[in-house]
């Protein structure tokens, strides 16, 4: 697959983890018109999986290294998708340890915080995790609303999980 996308093109991360009952949880992002994974679009010549570590540890106001994320976006898998504008989209799949997950509120926001070396407004209020059977009861937004049902089958598929 070339890894150098389009100018038009995204790319995303969801995170994931499994508890011991066998329940999937992922891990979203608040903004004002909703929840959805860590994502956006790619820079000139940058590849979907620099562009999707990139994404996550910026909204995630670097709670996720970019580096952790990096080497875990290597083998993960892939779900390609068009947004509503006609952007190619591609949001990898993370398993992310069961250390990092549980359910709740991770972590909320103020408008303004320090990412990286520089001062940034940024959309994500709060990052939380969600039970994966418990999604549809939430507001979500963007590629990851309309790709839903795709996206439980395919974190089905690879982790082999039952919802609890």
Known sequence: MNENVQNNSGAGVLLY????????????GRL??????FGGGCMPGESARDAAARECHEETRGLIAREDIGRLLVNAPSIRTTT???RMF?????LWGREHGGGG????????????????????REIGWHRLNELRSLRLRGP???????????????????HV
């Open 90 to 94: 591609t949001l990898f799949l993370v």
């Open 105 to 124: 509120i991770v972590r909320e926001f103020g408008d303004v915080e320090t990412c990286g070396m520089e001062e940034c407004f940024l959309e994500v």
């Open 144 to 162: 990851f609303r309309r790709d839903l049902a795709r996206v439980e089958r395919r974190l089905q598929r690879e982790r082999k999980v039952r």
């Open 17 to 28: 983890n499994v508890d011991a009952t066998g329940a999937m949880w992922v891990l979203l």
């Open 84 to 86: 509503p504008s006609g």
């Open 32 to 37: 004002d018109s909703g929840w959805t994974s």
